[in-house]
């Protein structure tokens, strides 16, 4: 398994540096490009979860971890940890989100973008709404520059490729808050920032650096 993560990211570094054909235009039907849920021994999904539809909205958290490391075999585990918490004890379909962020911003593939995530708080709020989660405690700490890149990326791609306005992008309180639900912490301060400025559209809103963030609806 290990051998083929490390394939996997060396034809991605390959790529970066522009050494290279680019590759083929992706399909419009097709995401982003992440490590495949396989990488982390993913177990099936069950049968109880619903389809997606069309993505319309996003929604961002934290893992709410501090323990979360680098190197790929301990997010593998990590990744899996959260999927077992999920399915077995909550009782879910699948692991929540559709993506995480490790902290050396690597992007892995969570529950298939076909099927309805389970991580906004209840049916209506998952509906059509693309779940991102990053590893990490960001009420004690910053995401790093490599967890932000990858964030800003994917959440432009998603974007492009759904039409989803910035607008529709949220924080888990800021959804919350929306459809009246009772509010929590995550994504944590420090990345409630960042996700209002994706909101905003604009790497320089007053949010991203420490203004009053503004919440849902
Ligand atoms: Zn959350």
Sequence with gaps: MLFALLAWETSVLRTEEGGEPPAPAREATSGPVAIPRGAWNASPVRPSARPMGTPRRITVHHSGSRSSRYAVADVAR?????????????????????????????????????????????????????????LGDFDVEGPTAEQRRTLRDLVSCLESLYGIPPAEVHSHRGIRVAHGLGSTICPGRHLLAMVEDLRCDGPESPSATGGEPVLGP
């Design 78 to 134: 990590e990744i899996r940890g959260i999927q077992h918490d999920h399915q077995d004890r909550a009782g879910w379909a699948d692991i929540a989100y559709h993506f995480v962020i490790d902290r050396a911003g690597r992007l892995w593939e969570g529950r298939p973008l076909a099927l309805q995530g389970a991580h906004a708080g209840n049916d209506a709020s998952n509906r059509g709404n693309i779940g991102i989660c990053l």
